[in-house]
């Protein structure tokens, strides 16, 4: 089975109107650039986005937001994108949000084939609200569902054509837990390899997961937020 695909258009030329798609990333820190840049361009419309945040205005997750084709957002944050809280404010787009922890949790419980579990996170607040909850031990407990998707849009610094997958770094954040959380999970790397360059120790998603894979061109890297030290007067 070929995985490999020459381009990020033709890696998302099947998510249709209406997918859920996990995107991986945290701020801008390991997101998928070009699949999120091929989807913006595709025109794909009323999306159900599963990623930590927003990202910022015109940049990856943004860029969907800024086109109106995301329809709801499941993430801990609204980040520093201006317009997500907006369209949030003014009943535009659809936000759910969760604890970082339950989120990572729904996401690896998904992946796991775990439909539901308990955590005491959010009990009496209004992330508990109408949601089913339990003692155990003495203490309450809310039900949180798992979460999975239709696509998983992965980044990883090197994969070989198989599918195997290294992140560098902080980079790795959600990535690993989304590849194995959506049903077709596409993968962008930097250095594309081929079978046995990479040390199978040093593997942190197994090909079996990734459906697709493709290098990308170009990445930007943006920083989210600069911060600098001032100069001495």
Known sequence: MNKVFQNAMDAV?????????????FGLCGIPENLLAALH???????????NNGGVDGFGVGLLLQADQIRKIIATYVGENHRLEQLAIDGKIELELNPQGTFSERIRAG??????????????????????????????????????????????????TLGNLV??????????????????????VEHLVQPGEIDPDAVHTPAIFIKRILRGPQYEKRIEKRTVRKAAS
Do not use: C, H
């Not at 998510?15 to 995107?23: C, F, N, W």
């Not at 949601?131 to 979460?147: I, P």
């Not at 992140?167 to 962008?188: D, H, L, W």
């Open 41 to 51: 361009q595709k025109g794909t419309r009323d999306l159900t986005i599963v990623s």
């Open 167 to 188: 992140y560098r770094k902080t980079a790795r954040n959600f990535n690993p837990m989304m590849a194995t959380a959506g049903r077709v999970a596409i993968a962008e």
């Open 111 to 160: 992946g796991a084939g775990i439909p539901a579990f308990y955590t005491p996170t959010g009990y009496g607040t209004l992330i508990g609200e109408g949601k089913e909850t339990r003692e155990f031990d003495g203490r309450m407990y809310v039900m949180e569902r798992a979460l999975k998707a239709d696509f998983a849009f992965i980044k990883a610094w090197k994969g070989d």
């Open 13 to 25: 030329a099947d998510v249709q109107d209406g997918a859920t798609i996990m995107v991986g990333g």
